[in-house]
């Protein structure tokens, strides 16, 4: 009778260390580091951000409005989230259009990502190697002649400058994703800066990079907290309060 009691044993006991394997493996796998790229970048309307990119997934932590964005292969669904309220809300990376209000636009004529943008001649943003995009003279000629004819208000965009890095290699849902959190065309490289002048010639400054370093990152600095409450809309994460001051102060502009 003691037989069947050793193999019981003898199966616990096999079972428990294949468990133990496979929970180690999967902690490896976790905390296993891949090569990513930091930037340090300040939008605009939304201040500073610490953007994380790698093959791994991409996030972007924007301080004044307390919101983290995830994104991790292979769907790489974006989720948006405040870690001090728990509001979260999550979009597939097509239909994600980034923090940006649809007022924002208006102001300036036509959405960012439509402006029709030609090569220019290489440039350079924080030490990275970079690729200028201009707005060619016949769009200023355009806009110029819809304000004779009172078809274009002088906060519109007359002229406009597109920098991306040139050689950092990165997946292309990471380009998409950063590029449509800007609200920027996707040119394939991830966007460094922005600038356009508008009617009156004021130089506006949507977007700078100040930093972009080589860095060691882990699956597990793109978890996603499991106890957040999912809303219906990106701008009910952000806190009310601070993204209003946001766009009261435009600390670029």
């Keep these: 009778m003691r037989k069947p009691k050793i193999k019981n044993n003898f199966a616990y006991l096999l079972f428990s260390t294949c468990f133990a394997l496979s929970t180690a493996t999967l902690a490896q796998a976790v905390n296993a580091t891949e090569k990513g790229i930091y930037l340090y970048q300040t939008s605009g309307l939304l201040g500073d951000l610490d ?37 979260s ?85 990471a380009y998409a994703l950063l590029n449509q959190f800007h609200c920027l065309p996707n040119k394939g490289a991830l966007p460094l800066k922005f600038q356009y002048k508008d009617m009156r010639g004021n130089l506006n400054t949507m977007l700078v990079t100040s930093q972009c370093k080589p860095i060691d990152v882990s699956k597990s600095d793109f978890i996603v907290p499991s106890d957040l409450k999912v809303t219906s809309s990106i ?11 946001v766009r009261k102060k435009r600390p670029l502009l």
């Design 51 to 87: 953007v994380v990119v790698s093959p791994v997934g991409v996030k972007i932590v924007a301080a004044k409005t307390g919101t983290v964005t995830v994104a991790t292969p292979p769907e790489w669904k974006i989720v948006t989230y405040n870690p001090r309220t728990k509001n």
């Design 89 to 173: 809300f999550s979009a597939p990376l097509k239909s994600f259009s980034g923090y940006l209000p649809p007022e924002t636009f208006q102001t300036t004529g036509l959405p960012w990502s439509q402006l029709p943008l030609v090569q220019s001649k290489i440039d350079q943003v924080a030490g990275v190697a970079a690729e200028a995009y201009v707005t060619p003279s016949n769009f200023t000629e355009k806009q110029l002649k819809d304000q004779s004819n009172e078809c274009a208000d002088s906060a519109f965009i007359s002229s406009a400058k597109f920098v991306t890095a040139k050689g950092i290699s990165a997946p292309p849902q």
């Design 235 to 245: 701008f009910s994460v952000h806190e009310t309060k601070t993204l209003q001051t």
